[in-house]
């Protein structure tokens, strides 16, 4: 079915971001995944020609338009090529809500046209060591001190981690008031006592950095208080969750898409008994249930961004899209390696660095289960 997402405005900025990606990111993202990091020189290049801040007002540097479509543009561009060491889809697609609409006016002056150029790199804070998922759970605490807030704790599987120089911490100002407790503060690199543990080593994504940070008394002003109050944190988090969870569904399926346009080629080449393993039909059978199963959620995804662009998209909605797009992009990206079967196993081949990559795709930004329960618990049981 013809896909009606984009107008032609989006498709030149696709253009644009997939020259960008061919001249500076696909030369070189191997070494990058052997360096466990991308350059922060690619974020400033990228900034250059407008791939950040969409929703920044242009005072401070970016284009003033909120339109997630230009977001789902750069997404389905890097997952194309298979580039899963650039940060940038949380920098956009996740920090962009808090930088943008959570800010006062001297805020928005001293982050966004940082934000907006590349220069100022992001992260949100959120998982430790003992609390993922539960985020009610977490221990990091942010004591206020007259002007400052004194904060304390450690932070683990922090995306941008190593390159982040604004770090939106989830932090307790009031223990005792449980999820009116949370508050977010921002964290800036350099101030006394943040310190960053190890670049983490991932079974997958080894050029996107991810690390522990640690907060050891770091006197934080009270003027890096997002949302302009105390105990708003986790209500915070929890309107932006949605908008993070589609960015994963748009990942899920651009992802299971170009693997499986790689696998169609490969069958038509590879031979078995003297002729193509595509003509057998166990493999007509295997790529037309995956392909199927990938328009039917490419239209759904694609919905999920109009109602997000018209401020209808609800937390079920992109539950559902979060649970069912990366359960199957690891479905279909396991049946394609089987397809190119020994093949499928050495790293020579997309296909193998892809099943590798996918796996976490299910697990952050809120597991399958956790998709599932948000799910179940809006029938009212």
């Given amino acids: 079915m013809r896909r009606d997402l984009f107008q032609e405005e989006h498709l030149l900025f ?32 990228a900034g250059e020609i407008g791939m950040f801040g969409f929703g920044v007002p242009e005072e401070y540097g970016g284009a003033g338009i909120k339109d997630f479509r230009y977001n789902t543009v750069i997404v389905e561009e890097v997952m194309r090529i298979g580039a899963t060491g650039l940060g940038f889809s949380l920098h956009n697609d996740v920090m962009a809500p808090y930088f943008v609409d959570l800010t006062d006016d001297d805020q928005k002056a001293r982050w966004l046209p940082g934000f907006a150029s590349g220069e100022l790199i992001t992260a ?38 190593i390159n982040s120089d604004l770090v939106v911490v989830v932090a307790k100002t009031d223990p005792e008031a449980g999820a009116k407790g949370v508050s977010l503060l921002v964290v800036e690199r350099g101030m006394e006592g943040f310190g960053r543990g190890r670049n983490l080593e991932k079974i997958g994504m080894h050029a996107q950095d991810t690390a522990e940070l640690f907060f050891d008394d770091v006197r934080v002003p009270a003027a890096n208080l997002l949302g302009g109050q105390e105990g708003r944190g986790f209500y915070q988090l929890m309107a932006n969750l949605p908008q993070e969870r589609l960015s994963i569904a748009v990942m899920a399926v651009a992802s299971a898409e170009a693997v499986l346009a790689q696998t169609i080629e490969y069958c038509r080449s590879r031979t078995a008994f003297g ?62 390696l089987q397809l190119h079967g020994g093949y499928g196993y050495m790293m020579d081949y997309p296909v193998a660095k892809a099943w590798i990559d996918s796996r976490v795709q299910t697990i952050y930004g809120g597991t399958t289960e956790i998709m599932k329960e948000i799910i179940g618990r809006s029938f009212g049981f």
């Fill in 275 to 336: 002729r193509s393993i595509g003509s057998f039909q166990n493999t007509r059978f295997v790529l037309a249930e995956l392909d199927t199963e990938l328009e039917i959620a490419r239209h759904y995804v694609d919905r999920c961004v109009l109602a997000l662009n018209a401020g209808e998209l609800s937390a079920v909605d992109a539950a559902k899209a979060k649970w069912w797009t990366t359960e199957l992009q690891n479905k279909v990206i396991d049946r394609c």
């Fill in 124 to 161: 949100v804070a959120m998982t430790e060591p003992g609390a993922g998922s539960d985020l009610q759970g977490i221990r990091t605490t942010a004591r206020r001190e007259g002007d400052h807030y004194v904060v304390n704790g450690q932070k683990t599987f922090i995306t941008n981690g």
């Fill in 14 to 45: 696709l253009e644009t971001v997939r020259e960008f990606m061919a001249r500076e990111v696909v030369p070189h993202h191997d070494r990058w995944e052997k360096d466990g990091i991308v350059p922060r020189e690619v974020w400033r290049k």
